[in-house]
Every structure is written in C-alpha cells, then in structure tokens.
C-alpha cells in the first residue's frame, strides 16, 4: 500500500476517535430517550410537553393513567383503546424499566413504596433546579417549572444539559 492509501485509510477512523467519546458521554449523561409514540405525544403533549417516561416508574404511569378524569385539577378525555396503548408505551419506557444514567439517578431517588406522579416532586429534579430562581415562583412570565421547554430548547428531544 502506498503511503497516501494508508492515510487515506487511517485517516476517517482517526477522526471517528476522537469524536465518539464527546458523543458517547452526551447519550448517557443528559439525555431520556424522547416519546417517539406518535399516540403519546398527541394524548400527552397538547397541554405541556409529553414528559419521557423515563422520568417516572411505571407504577406512577399506571396511577396517571388510570386517574385522567381528575389529572392535576384538569380532564383529559381519551378513547379507551388510546388510553390503554400510551400506558403501555408509557410503563414500556418507565425509568425503572430501561438503561440510562439520568433515568437511573431519578429512579434512585423514588421511594420503594412511592408512587409519585410528579417527576417535578422528584428530589433529584428539585436538586438539580435548586439554583433556578423561578422554582418557588410557580406561575410567571416563563409559565410554572413543569414548563421544561421554557428553559430547555431540547427538552423535547430529552436533552437538559444546555
Ligand atoms: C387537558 C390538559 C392536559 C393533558 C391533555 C395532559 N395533561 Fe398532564 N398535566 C396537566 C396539568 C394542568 C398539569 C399540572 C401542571 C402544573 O402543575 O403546573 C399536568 C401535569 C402532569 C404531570 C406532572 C408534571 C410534574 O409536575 O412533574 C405529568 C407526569 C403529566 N401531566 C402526564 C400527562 C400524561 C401522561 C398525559 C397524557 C395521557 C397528560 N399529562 C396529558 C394537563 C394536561
Ligand atoms: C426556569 C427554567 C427551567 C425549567 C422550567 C426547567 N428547568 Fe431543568 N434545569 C434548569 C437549570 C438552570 C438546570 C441546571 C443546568 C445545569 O446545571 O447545567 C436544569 C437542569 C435539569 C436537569 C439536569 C440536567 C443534567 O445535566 O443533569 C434535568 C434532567 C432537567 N433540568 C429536567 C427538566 C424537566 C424535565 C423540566 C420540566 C418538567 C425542567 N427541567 C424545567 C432550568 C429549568
């Protein structure tokens, strides 16, 4: 081989090396997988942004979807075959039921016998937020805290790094 064909070669893998591990470290640090459940995100995102299910267990998916007539004071009206496939969806991709450092850390701090429907409640969430000043404020310009894409552009890809 000549010595051009050789760099040629050596070369992409060089670059390939040295990008993986920046786009290695994101996938697992920051990031939920998204709702990728076209169902999900048209019942879930109408009134917030469909939250990942990696957030919550499944046994807090199971209580949100067998409650929707009384959900935080609203109603959410869905077919019963539509609410039967987003629980499945939704308990398919519950934190405790998938990989990942960010659902792990949520996961870590639910009690055992918990079953919180908030993943705002979630004292990993409420750590990570300490410093934002609009925690307490509730209702502001930006809306509440449960509106993630007010400060997170990627909130809906699952990405809260930025
Ligand atoms: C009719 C409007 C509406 C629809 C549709 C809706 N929600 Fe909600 N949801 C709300 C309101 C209102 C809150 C409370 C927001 C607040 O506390 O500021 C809420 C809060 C939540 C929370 C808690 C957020 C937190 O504080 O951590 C979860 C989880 C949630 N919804 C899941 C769902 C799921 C799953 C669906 C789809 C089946 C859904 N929502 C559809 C209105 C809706
Ligand atoms: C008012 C602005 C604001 C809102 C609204 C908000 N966040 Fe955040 N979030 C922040 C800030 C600031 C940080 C800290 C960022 C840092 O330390 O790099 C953060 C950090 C996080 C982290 C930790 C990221 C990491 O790198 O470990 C997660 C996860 C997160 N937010 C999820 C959410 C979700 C889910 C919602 C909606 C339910 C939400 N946030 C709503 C401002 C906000």
Known sequence: MSYVRVLRLLLPAALLL???PVASAHADDDRVPPVRDRATRAACGSCHMAFQPGFLPARSWEAIMASLDNHFGARVALPEGEREAVTRYLVQNAGDR???????????RVHPRGTPRRLTENPEFIHEHRKTSWYEVGNSAIGSIVNCRACHRKAEKGRYDD
């Not at 998938?98 to 996961?107: D, K, P, Q, Y």
């Open 18 to 20: 040295l990008l993986l």
């Open 98 to 108: 998938i990989s990942g450092e960010l659902a792990s850390a949520f996961m870590a």
